[in-house]
Each structure stands twice: as structure tokens, then as C-alpha cells.
């Protein structure tokens, strides 16, 4: 109940009354996976504002290249972030930056996460915000690769479609098997997904954050891709999916714990970003008799 809360009043309190955003008012996220991304990203979408996840792999001047070019009004970041943006911050054209895990240390002229929302078992009612379907909800970078990257406008039928999408596609993987299709209940198992790629694209974000979200999964997350890491988490915290990339999948099936490791937990293992061999396919399906490996293809 703590996440829903802190979501709430970083975005009435904070957000919507304190720095004035409105509807439409670029957001930027940038820091690594932490539980604080999510809170920042729901608390932004939730009031109309347009999230701006920017790449935590980006040095100080791409990352503020995405703020400028966004337009971005706020800035939540962790320190690693905010350190290397530390020699651009007179050029950036921010009303507040926030500091995510400060640790008691803040540098001047940037406010506390947590002090902010340290009021968040209160009361904050979302400000009164008409969203349609075809509103831009968030702005994803690519990578550049021709040049400067590209901002991605999302709407919010964008991202709620993936959702759906990857409900169908698990009833019709259940079909499939001669099974009757999975469905939610009170009683029924939650689904633990391990999220291994970063929330900054919208694999992590769309397809594990938002889906996890909506369907009330458990989501696991790492603080670096280590497949004997992964190996661990998935047999402690009982997950039931992975994903990633295809050398993210050799990695596990190649690690030397793999049979040290109770894996029975898993259901499903997809990946994607780039082709995968037949020869992963057979792999997989001969290490976890009962899953269906799943490719699944996207764009940030």
C-alpha cells in the first residue's frame, strides 16, 4: 500500500500543487531501475503530464541534450545521474530537480525525494484531469544511431494497448497447449516477472512495468543484467518470468548454476532486440520441458 501512496502525492502534492505541472508539462526520469523510476513514472502519467524516461546509460551532455530537447520542466534523478549532469546545470532550462536516494546529502538548488513525499500517508486526491486516449503520455529516446536520438511521442492508448496485447497472446499460448486460458482470481497464483532490462525503453516499461501494474504481478528487479544473479532470484523469489534478449538467455543456460538452481517456478521465458538462433529455441525447451519460449518484437 506504501507505492500507490507515495505515487499519489508526488503527483497532487508535489507535482500538480507544489511545482505547478500541468497537463501536457514534460517530466524527465533519469536514473537506473529503481522503485523510485515507478513512482515518478505513474505520478507523471497520472496528472496528464508526459513522462520523459531518458537514458541512464547517457553521459552528462546526452542527457541534458533530452532535457532540452524535450522541454522538460523537472527533472527526478538519482545521484550517479545528477553527478554527471553536474557541469551542465547553469544551461538547463528546469524549474525543480529532484534527487532520488540523496542519502542525507543534496546538492544546492535540488530538493529531496523523500522529503517531499515524506507526508505521503496522507491524503492526495489527483487533480481533476481530463486524459483521452490520444493524449501524449510519455517521450522515449532512441538510440541515435544516425545522429542525435530521436524523441518517440507515446499516447495513452499506447501504452495500454501493449497490455492487452500480451493478455491475449498468454491466452492464446494456453489455447495452444490444449489448456483453458489462464484467468485472474482471488485464489489464483501471481505471476513474478523478472525485470532484466532497464525501464528507460519500453520493453521495461511497457511490456514488464505496466503489464505487472495492471495485472498485479510482483515485479523483481536487478541492479545489473548477472545471469548467476538472475539464477538466484528466480529460485528465492519464485518467478514465473523472464525476458530479455537472446544473450541474455545463453547466458542462463550456460551458467554453471543452472542446475544448482530450482527453476520449477518458471512459466514462461520470452526475448526479443534482436533474432534468436533455433538453436536457443531447442535449448530452452529442453532445459524447461514445460514453457513456451516466446520472441516477442517492438519499438521504443
Known sequence: ???????????????????????????????????????????ATAIGAIA??????????????????SGARVLIADRDRLDRLASHRDGLALDHIVLARSGGEVPAGVLDLDELIAGAAAAAALPDVIITPEDTATIFYTSGTT?????????????????????????????????????????????????????????????????????GDALVMMHRWDAEKALELIETEKVTSVAG?????????????????????????????????????????SVFPDIAPRNGYGLT
Open 245 to 285: 534478449v537472446p544473450a541474455m538467455a545463453w547466458q542462463i543456460l550456460e551458467s554453471p548454476d543452472l542446475g544448482r538452481r530450482d527453476l520449477s517456478s518458471i512459466k514462461t521465458f520470452g526475448y526479443g532486440g534482436a533474432p534468436a538462433a533455433p538453436e536457443l529455441v531447442r535449448r530452452l525447451r
Open 147 to 215: 545522429g542525435r536520438p530521436k524523441g518517440a511521442i507515446g499516447t495513452h492508448r499506447n501504452i495500454c494497448s501493449n497490455p492487452i496485447s500480451v493478455a491475449f497472446i498468454r491466452a492464446r499460448a494456453d489455447l495452444r497447449q490444449g489448456l483453458a486460458p489462464t484467468q485472474d482470481s482471488a485464489g489464483a497464483p501471481k505471476r513474478v516477472a523478472l525485470l532484466t532490462v532497464p525501464l528507460f525503453h519500453v520493453t521495461g516499461c511497457h511490456s514488464a512495468l505496466v503489464s505487472s501494474t495492471i495485472a
Open 1 to 43: 500500500h506504501g507505492q500507490p501512496a507515495r505515487v499519489d502525492y508526488l503527483a497532487a502534492g508535489v507535482l500538480a500543487d507544489r511545482f505547478a505541472v500541468a497537463k501536457g508539462d514534460r517530466v524527465a526520469i533519469a536514473m537506473r531501475n529503481f522503485p523510485e523510476w515507478i513512482v515518478a513514472f505513474w505520478a
Open 52 to 69: 520523459v524516461p531518458l537514458n541512464a546509460w547517457w553521459t552528462g551532455e546526452e542527457l541534458a541534450y533530452g532535457l532540452g530537447h
